[in-house]
């Protein structure tokens, strides 16, 4: 009797069922299948820039190829910290509130699982990433969301403020957001506040 390896039924946590998956890919191929412009997956159609390049480049050369630290290496948590006191007027310890992941998704589950206990809420604005609801639904958090105010997506505190419940544990922010040209961090000092006090 064959064995079909792809039958997982049974087999995978009852969390990972019940989460939503972004369908990037199967938008993908719908594109292919019908010779359309594949908007779903966010593709650049343009070089990345010869600066970034040449310094991968001269990374290999120079035996650039140990593990970083877990968190990230030290110079560039600094930069960013640096980058954000500098935008944002909020300073961000480089050592205890920035860490460098490989990309959205991972580093949004990271986050997550550190501080969502099954039943807590997150609050989500959106227009957002597919992958967050799906990042609160693995760590047994309800996503909650708060639609932000078009057509300049601006962010309302009053909004914010309605959704908010002893059950609400975070609050995703993703300023600037690839759709937008306003960003989150517009909304002023309260909603960096408001996500520090939670």
């Not at 914010?160 to 690839?178: G, H, L, Q, Y």
């Amino acid at each position: 009797m064959a064995i079909n390896r792809f039958d997982v039924e049974g087999k995978l946590s009852v969390r990972i069922t019940q989460i939503t998956v972004p369908s990037f890919k199967q938008l993908a191929d719908l594109a292919v299948q019908h010779q359309a412009i594949d908007l779903g997956g966010g593709k650049p159609d343009f070089p990345a820039n010869a600066e970034f390049k040449d310094a991968a480049i001269q990374a290999i050369q120079d035996d650039l190829n140990q593990y970083a630290p877990s968190q990230g290496i030290t110079e560039l948590r600094q930069g960013i910290s640096k980058r954000l006191q500098q935008k944002t007027q909020v300073n961000f310890d480089a050592e205890l509130e920035i860490t460098i992941c490989s990309g959205v998704t991972e580093s949004m589950a990271a986050a997550l699982l550190a501080v969502i206990d099954p039943g807590d809420e997150v609050i989500v604005l959106v227009p957002a990433f597919a992958a967050y609801a799906a990042d609160v639904q693995l760590c047994g958090g309800k996503p909650v969301y708060v639609e932000l105010t078009q057509p300049d997506f601006r962010l309302e505190k009053e909004k914010v403020e309605a959704v908010i419940t002893e059950r609400t544990k975070a609050i995703i922010f993703n300023s600037p957001m690839a759709s937008q040209k306003s960003t989150v961090l517009q909304a002023g000092g309260w909603a960096m506040s408001l996500q520090r006090r939670l």
